[in-house]
Each structure stands twice: as structure tokens, then as C-alpha cells.
T-cell receptor, first 116, second 110 residues
Framework: NAGVMQNPRHLVRRRGQEARLRCSPMKGHSHVYWYRQLPEEGLKFMVYLQKENIIDESGMPKERFSAEFPKEGPSILRIQQVVRGDSAAYFC??????????????FGEGSRLTVL | AQRVTQPEKLLSVFKGAPVELKCNYS??????LFWYVQYSRQRLQLLLRHISRESIKGFTADLNKGETSFHLKKPFAQEEDSAMYYC????????????FGQGTTLQVKP
């Protein structure tokens, strides 16, 4: 089991461009979480998804940010019209189905977005 | 509101010294608390959870509901313990999402 895979590991964008970050959960995991880590800050929850459903997006900025987890393929965090303040490390985590969920999240290595 | 506070950004100790990484939480209900660790160039991983009452790599953490704390302790620090440590609270909505503290960097000097 390769673990949670995120790509790209590093992404550089100019202001106004779009950033797409991908996350493939661990095999057998149907829950995906996205977290953001700004410089000198801790991990902030953004969104929680199950296949084809957004369960909790209470941490997502109201504009420019969106997330999906389609039936097939990875989860995608999309940031439109990026600004310098979006520069951060974005972490994806996955977990198992509810009845097996011990609360443990398995994290990817993160995608570091730099906005010039 | 549910919140996790780690008051120390950096904790520096000498090898063999005791370590206590502080964590306080704000929560109405029965909390589920965790410690996660990130070693250099590795991904964030679970260290221990309070319901397991286990000791991992010599670390223990006791839930103190009166003080709303979940401090991480180790009697004798090792250099390989140097890492970033995050305390986390599982959200009451049972979505499984974790609310993290700001993290504490533990630096163990030789």
C-alpha cells in the first residue's frame, strides 16, 4: 500500500493563475480531508469529502477554492485566481469507513504551493 | 468552539532530560484526543491516542478533563525524538475530522 499520494509536490503559480492539487487516498479509504498549513502556523482544516460528496466544507474560503472527490480518480483541490496569500503547504489525509474509523488520519507528504 | 492550544512553539531540551509538550483543549462533551508527529522529511503520522492508553516510543499522554489538558510526556528524551508534534481533537460531529493545535517543535540536543 503506497499510502496517500499527493501531486504535485511543488507547484509555482503566478498571481491570477489556477492551481490544481491532487490526492489519491490509501487503498480502501473512502474519506478524504484537506488541510492547509500557512507559514509559521499549524494545520487548518479545509474540507472533508467522501466519494462524490462534500461532507464538511466549513474550513474552505468562500471564494476561489473548490474541492471534489469523483467516483473515479483522485480528489482535487482547486484554487482559482491564486494570490500570494494562498502560498502554503496543502496536506491531504484519508481514513477508512465510519464503522472502522478509529479517528486516525493517514497523511500525504503535502503539496507546496508558491504564488509569485 | 472546539479548539486546541499548544502554547510552546519550540521546546529545546538536552538528551536524557524529561520532556513535557503541553496541550490544552476546549470542548463540550467527551473528547477524543491524539498526538501526531512529523519527523524531518517524513509525513505526519499518528503517535498515540488517549483511548488506547498506550506508551509509544516511551511517550505517554494522560487526559485530564478537569484541566482540559492532554500533555505529552517522556521521562528521558532521545535525539531521535526531535520532530514537530501536533495535538489534535476529534470533532464532535463525528465527521472524523481532526482539529489541530499549532504544533510544537521539539529539539533534543546531544
Amino acid at each position: 500500500n503506497a499510502g496517500v499520494m499527493q501531486n504535485p509536490r511543488h507547484l509555482v503559480r503566478r498571481r491570477g493563475q489556477e492551481a490544481r492539487l491532487r490526492c489519491s487516498p490509501m487503498k480502501g479509504h473512502s474519506h478524504v480531508y484537506w488541510y492547509r498549513q500557512l507559514p509559521e502556523e499549524g494545520l487548518k482544516f479545509m474540507v472533508y469529502l467522501q466519494k462524490e460528496n462534500i461532507i464538511d466544507e466549513s474550513g474552505m474560503p468562500k471564494e476561489r477554492f473548490s474541492a471534489e472527490f469523483p467516483k473515479e480518480g483522485p480528489s482535487i483541490l482547486r484554487i482559482q485566481q491564486v494570490v500570494r496569500g494562498d502560498s502554503a503547504a496543502y496536506f491531504c489525509a484519508s481514513s477508512t469507513r465510519d464503522r472502522e474509523n478509529t479517528g486516525e488520519l493517514f497523511f500525504g507528504e503535502g503539496s507546496r504551493l508558491t504564488v509569485l | 468552539a472546539q479548539r486546541v492550544t499548544q502554547p510552546e512553539k519550540l521546546l529545546s531540551v538536552f538528551k536524557g532530560a524529561p520532556v513535557e509538550l503541553k496541550c490544552n483543549y476546549s470542548y463540550s462533551g467527551s473528547p477524543e484526543l491524539f498526538w501526531y508527529v512529523q519527523y524531518s522529511r517524513q509525513r505526519l503520522q499518528l503517535l498515540l491516542r488517549h483511548i488506547s492508553r498506550e506508551s509509544i516510543k516511551g511517550f505517554t499522554a494522560d487526559l485530564n478533563k478537569g484541566e482540559t489538558s492532554f500533555h505529552l510526556k517522556k521521562p528521558f528524551a532521545q535525539e531521535e525524538d526531535s520532530a514537530m508534534y501536533y495535538c489534535a481533537l476529534r470533532h464532535s460531529g463525528n465527521t472524523g475530522k481532526l482539529i489541530f493545535g499549532q504544533g510544537t517543535t521539539l529539539q533534543v540536543k546531544p
